[in-house]
């Protein structure tokens, strides 16, 4: 027997179950980046709802303007909601979006990083949402619904609430975020904090880490993972 072409023949069979192992291992992972990009997009239907919730409230406020415009009083907090209510589900829309259209593909670390930027970003979203709306969302909105819909001029009745209450408002805003500053600072590494901002980030973030860790563990032992993968299926 020819020791040589043994050799050779059983290098090439090697080779070529090497090559099989790894366009399977290509394949389910493929599979798994089109799974999860599926599971992204169906939280596009919050698009749909903030639309459904939003345009009564934008149809009422251009009524609103297109009567008392000439007044500033009651235009510039009817303005002011007016901005939110198209401002912020632009925001959420193009965030939401973003993390739908990021590449999985690429190196876990690399989008591990990715993901904990645009996790910042909705974080920092949803403060200012909350700090800003916490102002507008109060007295401008209360001052706005009277007049509009009871006829109410509240800067009459409530001469020595509104000032105040808008100052305090303001002053919130400063003290809020030193808190979080201070908060985040201590907790940055609690397993818990964590879990919270994800949940506050969303969903769709908390799944999308997920699927990093399951990709991690894929890389790490691709044979290990197929099989636990498929004993799940069963």
């Given at each position: ?13 090697d080779?070529?179950?090497?090559l ?35 345009t009564?409230?934008?149809?009422y406020l ?6 008392h ?18 401002a ?25 990083k990715?993901l ?12 200012w949402?909350?700090l ?9 909105f209360?001052?706005v ?5 009871f ?28 808190m ?16 919270f901002?994800d ?19 894929f ?8 099989t ?7």
């Amino acid at each position: 027997m020819d020791l040589d072409l043994l050799k050779a023949e059983w290098q090439a069979r090697d080779q070529r179950l090497e090559l099989a192992v790894r366009m399977n291992t290509q394949m389910l992972r493929l599979s798994l980046l089109e799974q999860h990009r599926r599971e992204i997009a169906k939280w596009g239907w919050v698009d749909k709802y903030e639309i459904i919730a939003g345009t009564p409230v934008f149809i009422y406020l251009i009524w609103f303007l297109s009567h008392h415009i000439g007044n500033w009083q009651f235009a510039l907090p009817a303005f002011a909601l007016l901005v939110w209510t198209i401002a912020m589900p632009i925001c959420n829309h193009r965030l939401r979006h973003a993390l739908q259209d990021m590449d999985f593909g690429q190196p876990v670390t690399v989008v591990q990083k990715q993901l904990a930027e645009h996790k910042a970003r909705r974080l920092s979203l949803l403060k200012w949402a909350f700090l800003l709306g916490q102002i507008v969302w109060f007295i401008p909105f209360i001052l706005v619904l009277f007049k509009g819909v009871f006829g109410v001029d509240l800067y009459l009745k409530t001469s020595n609430f509104i000032g105040p209450s808008l100052l305090g408002g303001f002053l919130f805003i400063p003290l809020a975020i030193g808190m979080s500053k201070l908060l985040s600072g201590r907790l940055q590494h609690s397993a818990r904090f964590q879990a919270f901002t994800d949940m506050l980030a969303g969903n769709d973030i908390i799944r999308s880490r997920q699927f990093l860790a399951r990709i991690a563990q894929f890389e790490e032992t691709p044979e290990e993972f197929s099989t636990h993968t498929k004993n799940q299926s069963n």
